[in-house]
C-alpha cells in the first residue's frame, strides 16, 4: 500500500481531489484530511498497484504532491490507548513513526522509517 500526500487549496479542493480518483477508477484504502496555514493537507492511501495511476492523476488535476509512501494497514483492536501502544512498540523497535492514522474498518495506517519493524511491532500489538 502506499500512502499519496497532496496539499489542496480550499476545502472544496477535497472533493474535488476524492472525485478525481473516483474518475480514474481508484479505489481508495483510507484517507484523511487536516487544515494548514493556506490549505489542507490530504492523505490517501491506495493499493500498490493503483499508486502511479492515482499519483499522475492528481498531478493532472493541479495538485500538490508533498510525500509518497509505502505503509502498512493493520487491523487493530480499538481500546483505549491502542495508538500509543502501537506508537510506543515501533518506537521501541528502533523505526521513527512518520504517519498514524484510524482507516475503515478497525484498521490502522502505520508509516515508518522501518516497516519491517512497524509490522513486528503490530504483530507483537495485536498478538
Known amino acids: 500500500m502506499q500512502d499519496l500526500t497532496f496539499v489542496v487549496g480550499e476545502d472544496r479542493a477535497v472533493a474535488d481531489l476524492w472525485e478525481a480518483l473516483g474518475e480514474a477508477g481508484i479505489q481508495m484504502e483510507a484517507s484523511c484530511t487536516f487544515p494548514r496555514l493556506e490549505g489542507r493537507i490530504v492523505h490517501v492511501v491506495v493499493k500498490e498497484d493503483d499508486a502511479d495511476t492515482a499519483y499522475d492523476a492528481l498531478r493532472e488535476q493541479g495538485f500538490i504532491p508533498l510525500d509518497r509512501r509505502k505503509i502498512i494497514i ?35 495506517v502505520v508509516g515508518a522509517s522501518d516497516l519491517d519493524k512497524a509490522a513486528e511491532a503490530l504483530d507483537v500489538v495485536s498478538g
Request: glycine share 12%.
Open 74 to 108: 493493520a487491523n487493530i483492536t480499538p481500546r483505549p490507548g491502542e495508538l500509543g501502544r502501537i506508537a510506543r512498540a515501533i518506537a521501541d523497535r528502533g523505526a521513527k513513526l512518520y504517519i498514524l492514522y484510524m482507516a475503515t474498518g478497525d484498521r490502522v
